[in-house]
């Protein structure tokens, strides 16, 4: 690799920066380069324009969903449909989809709204919240029991698998946490599954009744294919949901002028949702590159990884103006912070309406807030690690 542009910047992980750090570093590399190869871990390439990016990402046949995390070529586990390529993806994510629609998710909102008020009501008193554990790590794990009709009180064993399992998809090489929380999760799914096969429930109200009676060709689904689309939700929903929740608060409770105006005219949340979501996306997924290619002068070699970096898509000058301010009606915003391809986030309709609900019903109550004095806001590629709020 010594005729190619290479960095070694962890954009998987790493060390925590201030608050919004991490994206002037990727700004850079952008204005650097096209395409470099990144040295971290096993190493991979990074794409940093977004035209290129979404052409990888509608591009298959050449980048593959055989794994998804860069630093991770050969994974061990199979989420699906997650970890599948046409024609057997649709195979896979059709079943999930009549649960995850605009019209289903609406139904789920009476939950998370009721969740929501609770959850602000227990420490809205006290005038100060570490806005992770107390709120954006409870919801999103209350939501999937309710989603998959689990008792609500399983919802700590899914928050404490969500923490320990986020080392799978950031740091290279510290994984055996993340391992551990992956059995537990697939054990756990193991005895509901099996719990659902001895009391059969009602495909027609039960999300996980109706994935046993999913079919692929003219075959049910197995056991191992319903407990690797039950991960596929749980991993999905979890960290990602809460660090976009986090980031709209600690963009809200930095920007007085962006607060104050959702206050005002509270219209204006789904669209400043968009916006938080272009710029501070969260995760960056990998392809595995299926044939030797020259993609616009990167010489990329069969079983390459890729990063099609949605962070710097979604910041790319070309695409969005002034992209580094954030615009809470900016329109057009075809960000890519779900994908950009037949992929695309199955739970964009459902996580969206649930932080809505929440910057709704958070700023009803607290208008007011900031971040404590005397608190650092520190984050990685894609979380931030902590987010002490006060208000009087
Ligand atoms: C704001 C929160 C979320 C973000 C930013 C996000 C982001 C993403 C992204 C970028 C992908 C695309 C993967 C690819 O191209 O390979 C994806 C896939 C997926 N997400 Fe989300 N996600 C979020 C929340 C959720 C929720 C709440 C659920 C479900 C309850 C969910 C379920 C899924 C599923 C099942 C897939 C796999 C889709 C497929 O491979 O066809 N996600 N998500």
Not at 259 to 279: F, K, M, Q
Not at 281 to 299: A, L, T
Request: with cysteine; hydrophobic share 40%.
């Amino acid at each position: 690799m010594t005729d190619v542009a290479t960095e070694a910047f962890d954009l998987n992980g790493g060390e925590p920066l201030p608050a919004g750090h991490f994206y002037d570093v990727v700004d850079d590399l952008r204005a650097k380069h096209r395409w470099y190869w990144n040295q971290c871990g096993p190493g991979y390439w990074v794409l940093t324009r977004y035209q290129d990016i979404r052409e990888a990402f509608q591009t298959p046949e050449i980048f593959s969903n055989e794994s998804i995390v860069p630093v991770d070529p050969d994974p061990a586990y199979r989420f699906l449909p997650s970890l599948t390529d046409p024609p057997e993806h649709m195979k896979y994510r059709t079943p999930l989809l009549r649960w995850l629609s605009p019209k289903a998710v609406q139904g789920y909102m009476p939950f998370v709204r009721e969740n929501a008020v609770a959850l602000i009501d227990s420490f809205i008193a006290s005038g100060r919240v570490e806005f992770l554990s107390g709120f954006a790590e409870i919801l999103p794990a209350r939501l999937l029991t309710f989603l998959l009709s689990l008792p609500v009180s399983e919802a700590e064993f899914f928050r404490d698998c969500a923490l320990r399992l986020r080392d799978t998809v950031s740091r290279a090489g510290e994984q055996s946490t993340a391992v551990a929380a992956m059995g537990d999760l697939k054990s756990y799914f193991t005895e509901v599954v099996a719990d659902h096969r001895r009391s059969p429930r009602d495909p027609a109200t039960d999300f996980i009744a109706s994935l046993l009676e999913a079919r692929i060709d003219d075959r049910a689904f197995d056991d191992e294919e319903v407990l690797d689309t039950l991960m596929t939700l749980s991993f999905g929903s979890l960290d990602t949901t809460k660090s976009v929740m986090s980031w709209a608060m600690w963009h809200l409770a930095t920007h007085q002028d962006d607060r104050e105006w959702l206050v005002r005219d509270p219209g204006i949340i789904p669209s400043a949702l968009e916006e938080i979501l272009r710029a501070y996306p969260i995760v960056s997924m990998g392809r595995k590159v299926k044939q030797d290619v020259d993609f616009h002068g990167c010489p990329m070699k069969k079983g390459d990884m890729v990063m099609l970096n949605q962070y710097s898509a979604n910041r790319d000058p070309e695409v969005f103006d002034d992209p580094r301010q954030v615009k809470l009606d900016r329109s057009p915003n075809r960000h890519v912070a779900f994908g950009s391809s037949e992929h695309r986030c199955a739970g964009s309709h459902l996580a969206r309406a649930e932080i809505q609900v929440v910057i709704e019903e958070w700023h009803r109550r607290i208008p007011v807030y900031r971040v404590t004095e005397g608190t650092e806001v520190r984050a990685t590629a894609s979380h931030i690690e902590s987010l002490d709020l006060s208000w009087s």
